[in-house]
């Protein structure tokens, strides 16, 4: 079914695409402009992969299977509500790791076959994209997207729901990959991306020249696999004396991934000729890019909306309001087969 507007509906959200199980119940009423968040639980996994330096699948799809259920009821019970009460079951279709991505489907369909009520396969990256919605200040239509996630990094022109233009993205590692693949190297724990970020505050940024790859081309694709070997060969370099140069190339790393992100930004926002950008995504949590983003928009007269840092990671709550505002606008493909699959590999822009 596709096409019917709901104005009035309890909507279920489950993420399952990688190594946090996120659940959370939203609501839409009429007179309200967007959905209202009534509750959400997570559980990360990062303490379980830290042991392995990344995420190993095999272990993410079998945790998953013992969170979900716990955090379903725990999410209704916060909300006092009944699950006969649930009017849509939106998960996480994908991209993602397809096992992980089987489970929070399999359990979307069983317990919306059980209810006899409808589910919705939601893309993971929408439901990042349209994260900043659940904040206190959330952004208007049209905007320039930055989506920076561990295995993503895209720029969007996203004109409304479900009007997204990619303008360009990374052709090798993302942003997300740059961070824990450098800090990996330096030794730090998983995951990555915030451990180099807290040793990169003791460092100099100025103490290596790493290079920003396609910084100076026209287009806005990234590439920061030339990066990451960059940093390989100074960690090589300084030999037994790594542990004394250790922050100084954290800091250094961290200044070309958010130099780069900051000036593909700003001429994304001069090629389309708009003034608002979001950032979306766990990188878009980091200090140092927020900080720079916001001082190099407010120098050309754009504004900046983030989600709070909870919304940055994977969480159910955006994948919740991502079908909710779908359904409002009558574009999400609701289905009662519950014969379902996942599409690990999923285009944002082809939706």
Request: hydrophobic share 45%; charged share 20%; with cysteine.
């Amino acid at each position: 079914m596709k096409g019917d507007k709901l104005t009035q509906m309890l909507i279920l959200g489950i993420e399952s695409s990688c190594d946090e199980t996120g659940v959370a119940l939203v609501q839409t009423e009429e007179g309200l402009v967007w959905p209202r968040l009534l509750a959400q639980h997570l559980h990360t996994q990062a303490a379980m992969h830290e042991a392995f330096g990344g995420v190993v699948p095999e272990l993410a799809s079998r945790d998953h299977i013992r969170r979900v259920i716990p955090l379903v009821e725990q999410v209704m019970a916060s909300a006092q509500q009944t699950l006969s009460k649930i009017d849509v079951v939106a998960f996480t279709r994908g991209p993602g790791l397809a096992g992980a991505l089987l489970v929070g489907a399999g359990t979307a369909c069983a317990l919306a076959a059980s209810l006899g009520k409808p589910v919705v396969g939601i893309h993971h990256l929408e439901g990042h994209l349209l994260s900043p919605f659940l904040s206190d200040d959330p952004p208007e239509f049209p905007f320039v997207a930055l989506l920076v996630t561990g295995g993503h990094t895209q720029l969007m022109r996203v004109q409304g729901i479900g009007q997204y233009e990619l303008l360009g993205e990374t052709i090798d590692d993302a942003a997300g990959e740059a961070f824990d693949k450098s800090a990996k190297l330096l030794g730090l724990g998983y995951p990555g991306g915030p451990a180099l970020s807290a040793l990169a505050n003791q460092g100099r940024a100025d103490a290596y020249a790493f290079p920003r790859p396609l910084l100076h081309q026209s287009h806005l694709d990234f590439s920061f696999a030339g990066l990451k070997t960059a940093v390989l060969t100074q960690c090589k370099k300084s030999g037994e004396d790594l542990p004394l140069h250790r922050a100084d190339i954290a800091a250094s790393t961290q200044a070309a991934i958010v130099d780069v992100l900051v000036k593909k930004s700003l001429r994304a926002l001069s090629q389309t000729g708009l003034k608002r950008l979001v950032v979306a995504g766990g990188v878009g949590a980091n200090k140092l890019l927020r900080q720079q983003l916001n001082a190099s928009a407010k120098g050309v007269g754009a504004t900046v909306h983030y989600p709070e840092a909870e919304w940055c990671t994977d969480n159910g709550a955006m994948i919740a309001m991502a079908a909710a505002m779908r359904l409002q606008k009558g574009l999400a493909e609701l289905d009662t087969t519950y014969a379902f699959d996942v599409l690990p590999r999923w285009p944002l822009a082809l939706m």
